[in-house]
């Protein structure tokens, strides 16, 4: 179970591309990809991780939203849009051993980027 691949959801304001507040912002100002993006993202594609990206943003921002992401090279193999800015809460059931671990979460620091995540 161990050395399965491993699915990662992944916001994208303020953990992969620089906050700058209101969706609008998000919009006109030009977006900064955080340090270590990239390489990390392929680091997971070379592990064979399924990356799925997560964000608050509007379902009506999808088309600029991945044109900002094609623009700084990050890929993914899903975009989920219009989650809330709340909590995220991931429900996994466990395996029949009842001992493997099949979910976690990392909570970063706002603009922080995901340089220094070992999963």
């Known amino acids: 179970m161990l050395n399965k691949p491993k699915t990662?959801?992944?916001d994208i304001d303020g953990t992969l591309i620089k906050h700058h507040g209101s969706l609008t912002e998000q919009i006109?100002?030009?977006p900064e990809i955080l340090q270590?993006?990239?390489e990390?993202?392929?680091e997971w594609d070379r592990k064979g991780y399924k990356i799925i990206l997560l964000t608050g943003r509007k379902k009506s921002m999808r088309k600029i939203t991945k044109m900002q992401l094609l623009k700084l090279g990050i890929?993914?193999?899903?975009?989920v849009m219009?989650?809330?800015n709340g909590e995220r809460i991931i429900i996994n059931?466990?395996?029949e051993n009842n001992e493997t671990l099949t979910a976690s979460a990392v909570c970063i620091k706002r603009n922080f980027g995901i340089k220094n995540i070992d999963i």
């Open 8 to 10: 990662i959801i992944c």
């Open 28 to 30: 006109l100002v030009d």
């Open 36 to 38: 270590g993006t990239i």
């Open 40 to 42: 990390k993202l392929n």
């Open 75 to 79: 890929f993914y193999d899903q975009l």
């Open 82 to 84: 219009g989650a809330t």
């Open 93 to 95: 059931d466990l395996k």
